[in-house]
């Protein structure tokens, strides 16, 4: 028996942009017999205390894994299966950058993924993910991400932190979900990202960003 933990780390299930998403991902976990969930959201304006918060519950209720979703992704309904199939400590998905509303111009569409240049040191972000297999990244987006609760009892608290970045002509606040994979790059844990699931996961803003919609090649 598998015990997730699936949390929402800023708002609550009603508060999903895609209802369908989310009723859909339910249904699937609700009729699987392996499966053990607890749900936890956070609703508090600090959003890299909502994940502290989640990512402690997942070790209090004794889960095998967290998968945290925020509301304004959709995905498809065998999220949970295919992610827990690649069996690593920590994999995400690649998910685009939204566009603003339809009244102004789009700003540039990426995939929300950095590399970190060790020598420099400097971040850089992906223009778009060719792969079509699973892959090791340095940093990859919150929006969708599957933890083994394991991995909290190897890292220093907070486990997500915001902190302040200057090197080099490259300086500003790297977020919480960065900050957590950089816990992970410390401690020698492999961050991964699942690209099969294509245009189906979606970033939503007026629309749902995906895939197709990226403006660098």
Known sequence: MT???IGIPFGKPQDMMSHQAWTSLMISVAVNP???IAIRYATTASLDANREFIAQASLDEKCDWCLMVD???SYPSNLLDVLISRDKDVIGVPFYSRGRDAETELKTITPVIYD???KTPAWYRWKM???TEPFRVDTVGGGILLIKTKVFKKLEQPWFPYSYYKKNKWEGILGD???FCLRCMEAGIEVWADPTFGDDIKHWHMY???KKDCTER
């Open 208 to 210: 749902g960003y995906s």
């Open 177 to 179: 979900d960065m900050g």
């Open 34 to 36: 392996n499966y053990v």
């Open 116 to 118: 970190c240049d060790r």
């Open 71 to 73: 509301t304004d992704m």
């Open 3 to 5: 015990k997730v933990l």
């Open 129 to 131: 993910v060719k792969q």
